[in-house]
């Protein structure tokens, strides 16, 4: 079982991945243990997955790896990430599923993905 996914983020970049995060899709952001809530980032969780985003200095998205994303009613999850600004690009290369690949407000590739019926 998996508990959570990390991501990273440049330094000072919370209040962008509180709105991307929270705002848009709609997790709420959880407390960091003190030791950890130091070194800046957010933890975020909702719709049964966890996200953490640490702060990297050197800081490069991750345009390959990403969190898969399951959920309900894909086209709503379209919709609003795209009137919020972010690119929504679909593709019917995963047998039994819709999907479609966006982005956090740092470039993070994030891809939500609903079974077929």
Not at 21 to 50: D, N
Request: charged share 25%; aromatic share 10%.
């Amino acid at each position: 079982m998996l508990h959570h996914v990390q991501l990273t983020c440049p330094p000072g970049s919370e209040p962008a991945l509180r709105d991307f995060y929270e705002g848009v899709l709609g997790l709420a952001e959880i407390p960091k243990p003190p030791a950890l809530a130091v070194r800046g980032g957010c933890w975020f969780r909702g719709h049964g997955i966890e996200l953490h985003l640490g702060v990297e200095a050197d800081f490069r998205p991750a345009r390959k790896a990403h969190p898969g994303l399951l959920v309900r009613d894909i086209d709503r999850w379209a919709k609003r990430l795209n009137e919020a600004g972010y690119p929504v690009a679909f593709d019917d290369d995963f047998p039994g599923m819709r999907r479609f690949y966006s982005e956090d407000p740092h470039g993070n590739r994030l891809e939500f993905l609903e079974p077929l019926p």
